[in-house]
Nanobody
Framework: QLQLVESGGGLVQPGGSLRLSCAAS????????IGWFRQAPGKEREGVSC????????FYADSVKGRFTISRDNVKSTVYLQMNSLKPEDTAVYYC????????????????????WGQGTQVTVSS
C-alpha cells in the first residue's frame, strides 16, 4: 500500500505562484511514476505532470510546460509541483497519484492507469 497526502493549495491571484507537496508513505520504493493530476468543475480529470522514480525523467501537459516544475526529495519521499505564472484556467482540485507499473512515456497522463491517489488539494486562481 502507498499513502499519498497533498498540501499547499490555496487562493492565488493570476500571475502568482504556489508550491504543492505530496508526501508518500508505505511502500515508497514500489511505484514507477508519481505525479499530479487535476480536475476542474465540470471537466474530466487530466494529467499535469509526473516524474519517473527510476531515472527522474519528467513529463508535462502542454498547458503547463514552462510554468510548472515537478521535483522530488527521495529522502523525504515527497514530490513537489512548483506552479508559476498561474492562470484562472489552472483552477482545479489537484491530486497526487502513483502507478505501480510503467506504461511508457506516451501514457503517463492516463488517469485509469494510476493505482494510488491522494485526497486532493484545491487551487483557486482568481483576482
Amino acid at each position: 500500500q502507498l499513502q499519498l497526502v497533498e498540501s499547499g493549495g490555496g487562493l492565488v491571484q493570476p500571475g502568482g505562484s504556489l508550491r504543492l507537496s505530496c508526501a508518500a508513505s508505505g511502500f515508497t520504493s514500489n511505484y514507477y511514476q508519481i505525479g499530479w493530476f487535476r480536475q476542474a468543475p465540470g471537466k474530466e480529470r487530466e494529467g499535469v505532470s509526473c516524474i519517473s522514480r527510476s531515472d527522474g525523467r519528467t513529463f508535462y501537459a502542454d498547458s503547463v510546460k514552462g510554468r510548472f516544475t515537478i521535483s522530488r526529495d527521495n529522502v523525504k519521499s515527497t514530490v513537489y509541483l512548483q506552479m508559476n505564472s498561474l492562470k484562472p484556467e489552472d483552477t482545479a482540485v489537484y491530486y497526487c497519484a502513483a502507478a505501480m507499473n510503467w506504461y511508457g512515456s506516451s501514457r503517463w497522463y492516463e488517469v485509469r492507469l494510476m493505482d494510488y491517489w491522494g485526497q486532493g488539494t484545491q487551487v483557486t486562481v482568481s483576482s
